[in-house]
């Protein structure tokens, strides 16, 4: 997944969390986001063509990642910063 470690930059730590990323949407209840990880994972598809090809999939968790986020105080916040 050479991709993954371009879009990282070369940082290792990054391009773990990308796949750590991968491994839980390929455990996702949304079939379409298990379908992507797999893609990915096996070389069919880049994290970029990902991106176009099923952004909206991925924006909708991620809305709703950023409002819980905007809600979290800043202790909340620097205890989930602490987790990566």
Request: hydrophobic share 35%.
């Amino acid at each position: 997944m050479d991709d993954l470690d371009d879009i990282a930059d070369g940082d290792p730590r990054r391009a773990d969390a990308l796949r750590d990323a991968l491994e839980q949407l390929g455990r996702s209840n949304n079939s379409l986001l298990r379908e992507m990880a797999a893609a990915i994972q096996d070389g069919h598809l880049t994290l970029r063509q990902a991106a176009a090809t099923y952004g909206d999939e991925l924006t909708g968790p991620f809305r709703t990642f950023w409002k819980a986020y905007q809600g979290m105080t800043t202790q909340e916040r620097d205890d989930l910063a602490s987790r990566f």
